[in-house]
Structures are given as C-alpha cells and as structure tokens.
C-alpha cells in the first residue's frame, strides 16, 4: 500500500503589487485560492527608501518623494505587507529586506529610470529644470550611490 502525498500549493508575486490598483483585494484573492498550509511569498519594494547621494539632500529627496508620490502607484507596499497579508489572512513567518545598492549611474539609470523620471518630476513642479540639470550632471560625472529595499514575505495560508 502507497502513501499519497499531496502537495501544497504556492503563490509568490514580484513587483506586482506596487503596481495593481488594490493590493489589499489581490492579496485576499491570493489567500482565497491558495489551500491551507500553502506557501505565499510576496516580494515588493518600497519606494520611500530610495536614497540617492547628491549634495543638496532638498534636490535628492524632491525626486524620491516624486517617484513615491507620482511614479509608483502603491510606492509604500513594501512596508505594509506584513500588516496587508496578514489582514488577507495569512499567517506571517520571515520577513526579510532586500537592499538593492547601485554604485554605477548607467546600471542606475536603466533601473530607475534615473533620466527619463527626471524630466517628469520637472513638468510636475517637484524639480527646476535648473535642479534638474545639476542633478544629472552630478549623478552622471561623480561617485554614484543609491539603494532603495525590497521586502520579501513568507507567508502560509490557514
């Protein structure tokens, strides 16, 4: 006589519910189709954390606040989470933050679009097109540093 095993289902998202216009209802619908004692793994940023290394920190946070502000349309999911899955029903185990660290302007810049959101935060108010200017000049011709941090969820359902 053999023993049938059945097996737990998984769910895992990744940089998906920074973007999904309610993710406290995706991580419900999660919960809902995922069977007891299944694994969730969520993975997302949180935008609030990016720093950039500029001299004029009312320059540098102008810009973070207009990629929280503007950019990412859940840009604190990272943070909440816990607090989010936990109201869906999951039961949280690890926690874990991810610090992505860039020490290079261009590999920064095909991520965070270094360029290209720069001239959005000028045509919305949040940077001069002078701040603007000096900014990627600076990023582009000194030591480069930015991080931001990913957090990584395990959860079980049930």
């Known amino acids: 006589m053999s023993a049938i095993q059945h097996s737990t289902a998984t769910v895992h998202t990744d940089r998906v519910l920074q973007h999904v216009p309610d993710p406290a209802a995706a991580?419900?619908?999660?919960?809902?189709?995922?069977?007891?004692?299944?694994?969730?793994?969520?993975?997302?940023?949180?935008?609030?954390?990016?720093?950039?290394?500029?001299?004029?920190?009312?320059?540098?946070?102008?810009?973070?606040?207009?990629?929280?502000?503007?950019?990412?349309?859940?840009?604190?999911?990272?943070?909440?989470?816990?607090?989010?899955?936990?109201?869906?029903g999951f039961r949280i185990g690890k926690v874990t933050p991810i610090t992505a660290l860039f020490r290079d302007a261009r590999t920064a810049d095909q991520v965070l679009g270094?360029?290209?959101?720069?001239?959005?935060?000028?045509?919305?108010?949040?940077?001069?097109?002078?701040?603007?200017?000096?900014?990627?000049?600076?990023?582009?011709?000194?030591?480069f540093f930015a991080s931001t941090t990913l957090f990584v969820i395990m959860a079980t359902a049930g």
Do not use: H, K, M
């Open 27 to 88: 991580l419900a619908e999660a919960r809902r189709v995922l069977r007891d004692r299944g694994t969730a793994v969520f993975a997302e940023p949180d935008w609030d954390t990016l720093v950039i290394d500029y001299p004029d920190l009312a320059t540098a946070r102008a810009y973070t606040r207009y990629i929280a502000d503007c950019v990412v349309r859940n840009a604190a999911v990272g943070r909440q989470l816990p607090r989010l899955a936990s109201e869906a």
């Open 114 to 143: 270094l360029q290209r959101v720069t001239g959005r935060a000028v045509a919305a108010g949040y940077l001069t097109p002078d701040s603007a200017s000096q900014w990627l000049d600076y990023l582009a011709t000194q030591t």
